[in-house]
């Protein structure tokens, strides 16, 4: 965006030497004290091929910005206070999302609070001037992982449907299928985020440079967004058809990844040659003239020096109150300790299956049995929420992905009848390679009250942390062998087990707690 306001006053470029270098300087000291949260996005750019793109990310906003100097040093840096509310609103989220170990979030509250500095030092005009180039730190954000078991979902349903549509019977169970020729699973890396945040990012950017109308930008983004989602489909059932019709010769090594790549790089072709017919890149941006002068009455610009200072106070609140946060000792925790109750009995494990749950600082794991029912319970309980121990984690999950002796086939939340109320759990299907199913329910217990929805857990947890009350959580899971034409009696145990058992589940918070 580069329409500048015409009632706002130009600058000659001699007046920028102190604002530029003072913002310049004060954005990096806000990348230093924020070090940890900026680190944490490198290590996901190192890490991850999905978001390797994020080095890139702030060499292009600078030299989007570097594209406009000529446009931007015409601009009067005015400090603006109304840039210390967004980085104070930002600077709260911060310290929410740090509180809660939310890094997604931490990361998008530090780009605001950068954006935030350009504008309570250089003022709203510049900031409307550099619109986009500044938006698109926030690209610089890891974000999107939580979409990979939405679009396995669609790619799965896309691919079983169209294998359908050709004549070819299907038997499916959660996203795993079978056909004639093979055995087929989709996985994370069948989920297409990799081409999705790829065709998102670049897509965003080419209709930057390549179209002066907002309406063109907005179309051609959404078309970056929804094309790949389709064409990773299309992507996927090709795949199985040249599987199936080379008679599971092609398609299921290296040449797997070569076709996807390939097929994903002519459809961004395809997109960007289609999008050429209506390019405007050949035409200036609409510029808006403007005064020389302030108009009269204009009040007096504030000193930039003083405003910079405040804002690295109001900056540096946040990290100092959650560094007090961390330096806090832990509550004393003896071991969890669970009486048996409705006439059940502890009993000798009945399967291999454990669930992925880390950093637990207390877990108790006890079969139980009554009359040849057998249910599996795992509790697992933290005691405060820290980076890599927090009852909230990506890394807590029933199954690796690609176990080798055990597959998830179906995962959702589910309403279901406990001790005569409804409650919401967290249901999965398990498959074992040795033949055996599972039945697993789980939910947390937070201030004694039961949560499934991630998202709450983890505000609740954020809020008690950072107003000092307790922030303990303990995960509840339950499991039982089942068959599936008789899945319902596995639920009414599960049901009946979690009623008579959730009393004393409930009092181990309180001995944990030493009340």
Known sequence: MSALPDTLPVAPRSG???????????????????????????????????????????????????????????VQPRPDLRGLLLLAAAG???????????????????????????????????VWAAFFPLMFLFFAVPVGEFL?????????????????????????????????????????????????????????????????????????????????????????????????????????????????WAFFGLVMLLLFWIGSFWREDDQPEPVVERP????????????????????????????????????????AMPELQVEAQGGWQPAEPFTTWVPHWVGADRQLRQPYAQAGHNVLLELNYYVTQRQDAELINSQNFMIRQKDPAWSNVGESIVTVEMGGASRQVRQAKLRGSNGQRLLVWQWNLINQRPVVNDHAAKLILAFDRVRLQRDDGLSVLIATPYEEPEREAAVALLARFAADMEPTIGHTLDQVDGQ
Request: proline letters at 6%.
């Open 92 to 126: 709260a989220g911060w310290l929410l999302a740090d509180a809660g170990s939310v890094n997604v979030v931490a990361q998008y509250a530090f780009i605001a609070m950068l954006i935030a500095a350009v504008w309570t030092l250089l003022g709203w005009t510049f």
């Open 292 to 331: 020389l002068a302030p108009p009269a009455g204009t009040s007096k610009a504030r000193p930039i020096l003083p405003m910079a200072v405040v804002l690295l106070l109001v900056a540096g609140l946040w990290p100092a109150y959650a560094g007090w946060l961390k330096a806090r000792p832990l509550p």
């Open 16 to 74: 920028w030497l102190l604002p530029g270098a003072l913002t310049l300087g004060v954005l990096l000291v806000l990348a230093g004290v924020f070090w940890p949260t900026l680190y944490s996005m490198v290590e996901v750019w190192d890490r991850s091929e999905t978001f390797t793109h994020g080095y890139l990310i702030f060499p292009i906003s600078a030299w989007l910005i570097w594209r406009q100097r000529d446009e931007l040093a015409r």
């Open 148 to 260: 990979i078991q939405p679009l396995m979902g669609v790619t799965a349903d896309f691919t079983v449907a169209m294998l359908q549509a050709t004549g070819i019977p299907v038997y499916r169970e959660g996203m795993f299928f079978s056909i004639p020729s093979g055995d087929w699973s989709v996985v994370e890396g069948c989920s297409g985020l990799r081409y999705l945040i790829a065709s998102v990012t670049l897509g965003v950017l080419y209709a930057y440079l390549t179209y002066r109308s907002w309406k063109r930008r907005l179309l051609f983004s959404i078309a970056a967004l929804v094309v790949p989602v389709f064409a990773n489909s299309g992507r996927a059932y090709m795949i199985v058809m040249i599987a199936h019709l080379s008679d599971m010769k092609l398609a299921l090594g290296v040449d797997h990844y070569i076709y996807g």
